[in-house]
């Protein structure tokens, strides 16, 4: 069955260094996503991407965050200067079409120290 | 704009028990809503979608949602419970106004027991 793989599982950074996080998506999926979740809260969604371009973003998807999708496979979520505040479990997501189910990864835990 | 309101942060249930995972939604359009799943250390996984089609939906392994307009509820049940249903349970909605984004609700931790 073809699943969302995310790279690295666990990642622990210094306040203020860059930290990208990878995703393989579904192959034939056109919609990607990243959703975060910060322990004990909700999942919220940050940012989507279609056609080589950000379609939707949140208010926390802010100048120090960035997307690419800089081959055939690979998504990217870059983080060029993290906080304390962006510990949490990141999630990326693919879709079929635009209303369709999301799939999941099993996340990217991100600890910043 | 649209959210999404889980009555209960945590559900504890007996195993053969019915399980009753409560939610309202609020959305500006016709929505779509979803149930999904966390298991401890694992990804999110789709448990069954209403897309305005059938009120109500069945999903895997037992589960299922009525859509209630009237309520503006999308509550999730299974008639018996099984330990391995212990998990986090989030309840979701899209709505065209929103684009594709998916909004998830805070979750409800269902806890079984033997």
């Known amino acids: 069955e073809p699943e969302v793989t995310q790279t690295p599982s666990h990642q622990v950074t210094q306040m203020g260094q860059e930290v990208i996080l990878r995703c393989v998506p579904i192959?034939?999926?056109?919609?990607f996503y990243w959703y975060r979740q910060i322990l004990g809260q909700k999942v919220e969604f940050l940012v989507s991407?279609?056609?080589?371009?950000?379609?939707?973003k949140s208010e926390i998807f802010d100048d120090q965050f960035s997307v690419e999708r800089p081959d055939g496979s690979n998504f990217t979520l870059k983080i060029r200067s993290t906080k304390l505040e962006d510990s949490a479990m990141y999630f990326c997501?693919?879709?079929?079409?635009?209303?369709?189910?999301?799939?999941f990864g099993e996340g990217s835990r991100l600890t910043v120290l | 704009a649209q959210s999404v309101t889980q009555l209960d942060s945590h559900v504890s249930v007996s195993e053969g028990t019915p399980v009753l995972l409560r939610c309202n939604y609020s959305?500006?359009?016709?929505?779509?809503l979803f149930w999904y799943v966390q298991h401890p250390n694992k990804g999110l996984q789709l448990l069954l979608k209403?897309?305005?089609?059938?009120?109500l939906v069945k999903g895997i392994n037992g589960f299922e949602a009525e859509f209630k307009k009237s309520e503006t509820s999308f509550h999730l049940t299974k008639p018996s419970a099984h330990m391995s249903d212990a998990a986090e349970y989030f309840c979701?909605?899209?709505?065209?106004?929103?684009?594709?984004?998916?909004?998830f609700g805070k979750g409800t931790t269902l806890s079984v027991s033997s």
């Open positions: 997501a693919s879709s079929g079409g635009g209303r369709g189910e999301l799939f």
């Open positions: 192959s034939n999926h056109l919609y």
């Open positions: 979701v909605v899209s709505d065209r106004e929103a684009g594709t984004a998916l909004i």
């Open positions: 209403y897309t305005s089609a059938a009120t």
């Open positions: 959305s500006s359009y016709s929505p779509s």
């Open positions: 991407f279609y056609n080589n371009e950000i379609s939707e």
